[in-house]
């Protein structure tokens, strides 16, 4: 089983300034196919998960463009350009290069 | 509209079993692999099961293996999770989402989920 590993698991942040998230892997997610199944999700309080980012770095419909995701390897970052409010929950990186499906433990953004 | 629905979680006794029901809309459900994933109480996400379009593919977590059991009824529009043997431990919202394999292995589409709580 690949290990997800997020930094930091706690993030305050102040409206309008930057965020960052990290997610390691406990090995290469680099497919066969030379694809990297690395995907970020986004869940409000009560709310399902929701999809932000995948193959590392591309934005799925309708998310804005102030989010952006980077890495390679086993070394990702999901990076907010500007907090707005909307943007409070958790955060998940995870994992679909290898069966069984993997998530990070979670990252908790909330506003100072 | 696109739209997962779950159903049938339940209070149930260690031991017990539970099938858990997940109606699709507004996308090709017979085309689409989908996944059940589950969220235990202040937790993160666990990949519980996933099958292919047709049913005949598919894959458990090892938690899970042996006791439940992914399956659909593309006529209905409905994939299922047959569990038995339940535990504390399987105490968890369980969402279902469709996973598309070909636009980048993402779980693009969520339900809201159905609580299962296992206790005596």
């Known amino acids: 089983e690949i290990v997800m590993t997020q930094t930091p698991l706690s993030s305050p942040v102040t409206l309008g300034q930057p965020a960052s998230i990290s997610c390691r892997s406990s090995k290469s997610l680099v497919h066969s196919d030379g694809n990297t199944y690395l995907s970020w999700l986004h869940q409000r309080p009560g709310q399902p998960p929701r999809l932000l980012i995948y193959?590392?770095?591309n934005r799925f419909s309708g998310v804005p463009d102030r989010f952006s995701g980077s890495g390679a390897g086993t070394d990702f970052t999901l990076k907010i350009s500007r907090v707005e409010p909307e943007d409070v929950g958790v955060y998940y990186c995870?994992?679909?290069?290898?069966?069984?499906?993997?998530f990070g433990q979670g990252t908790r953004l909330e506003i100072k | 509209e696109v739209q997962l629905s779950e159903s049938g979680g339940d209070l149930v006794q260690p031991g017990g079993s539970l099938r858990l029901s997940c109606v699709a809309s507004g996308f090709p459900f017979s085309s689409s692999e989908m996944t059940w994933i589950r969220q235990a109480p202040g937790k993160g996400l666990e990949w519980v099961s996933s099958?292919?379009?047709?049913?005949?593919?598919?894959w458990h977590a090892g938690s899970v293996e042996g006791r439940f059991t992914i399956s659909r009824d593309n006529s209905k529009n409905t994939l299922y999770l047959q569990m038995n043997s339940l535990r504390a431990e399987d105490t968890a919202v369980y969402y279902c989402a469709r996973y598309d394999h070909l636009s980048g292995r993402i779980f693009d589409i969520w339900g809201q989920g159905t609580k299962v709580t296992v206790s005596s």
């Open positions: 193959k590392i770095s």
């Open positions: 995870a994992q679909t290069t290898q069966f069984g499906i993997t």
């Open positions: 099958t292919t379009s047709s049913g005949g593919g598919r």
